[in-house]
């Protein structure tokens, strides 16, 4: 299916497990992000990505790793993860041109006990 | 830091109302606004992106404004429905943020029948 997807869609993991999120899209399109949704917070950028093997933090990078070996994929990983870890991660996608609007998948939860 | 504040953080009205939600951003140099929806557990949908050369933007019964030297958006709902019940977010790309977004924390919008 065309589009943008995550996996899984919700995850329960320990503290200092490595757990790693999914982002899949089918557009081809060069910029993918990494955000975390938390009450309080809104929606905070953690990594994004202009175009493959290229990556840069966000707002809020610390604990996370990305990569980006190809243009379709964009994987998140907690190295050790953390409670304040637990949140709702949105992997989201736009074109090259700027003034493109930004596609979001539906959520991974992750809850780290 | 660009910071983005939107009020109310939720309303309640009557099916058939007209409305309008706020949004304002602390820097005007900003590169577009964009108003997404979010639905309950699921990611966001976007509505409509307003160039910060343009003054408006229209979508059915979806209105969004922008006023970039006063820091100011605002998405009109006109004729409302119980199935535009959701959050309703702004996001502002800087100019000088690359393909960042800042986000507000939304506004929660029920409307009853």
């Known amino acids: 299916d065309a589009g943008i997807t995550q996996s899984p869609r919700y995850k329960i993991t320990e503290t200092g497990r490595q757990v790693t999120l999914m982002c899949h899209q089918t557009?081809?399109?060069?910029?993918m992000f990494w955000y975390r949704q938390d009450l309080g917070h809104g929606l905070r950028l953690i990594y994004y990505?202009?175009?493959?093997?290229?990556?840069d933090k966000g707002e809020v990078p610390d604990g996370y790793v990305v990569s980006r070996s190809k243009t379709e994929n964009f994987p998140l990983t907690l190295e050790s993860a953390t409670r304040s870890q637990t949140s709702v991660y949105f992997c989201?996608?736009?074109?090259?041109?700027?003034?493109?609007?930004?596609?979001f998948g539906p959520g991974t939860r992750l809850l780290v006990l | 830091k660009q910071e983005v504040t939107q009020i109310p953080a939720a309303l309640s009205v009557p099916e058939g109302e007209n409305l309008v939600l706020n949004c304002s951003f602390t820097?005007?140099?900003?590169?577009?606004l964009q108003w997404f929806r979010q639905d309950p557990g699921k990611g966001l949908t976007s509505l409509l992106l307003?160039?910060?050369?343009?003054r408006e933007q229209t979508s059915g019964r979806l209105n969004a404004s922008l006023d970039k030297s006063s820091g100011r958006s605002t998405l009109y709902i006109a004729a409302s429905q119980p199935g535009d019940s959701a959050t309703y977010l702004c996001?502002?790309?800087?100019?000088?943020?690359?393909?960042?977004?800042?986000f507000g924390e939304g506004t929660q919008l029920t409307v009853n029948p």
């Open positions: 307003i160039q910060s050369s343009q």
């Open positions: 989201a996608s736009r074109g090259h041109f700027t003034g493109e609007t930004q596609y």
């Open positions: 990505s202009a175009a493959a093997d290229i990556t």
């Open positions: 820097d005007s140099a900003i590169y577009n």
């Open positions: 557009w081809s399109h060069s910029y």
């Open positions: 996001a502002v790309r800087q100019e000088t943020s690359g393909s960042r977004l800042t």
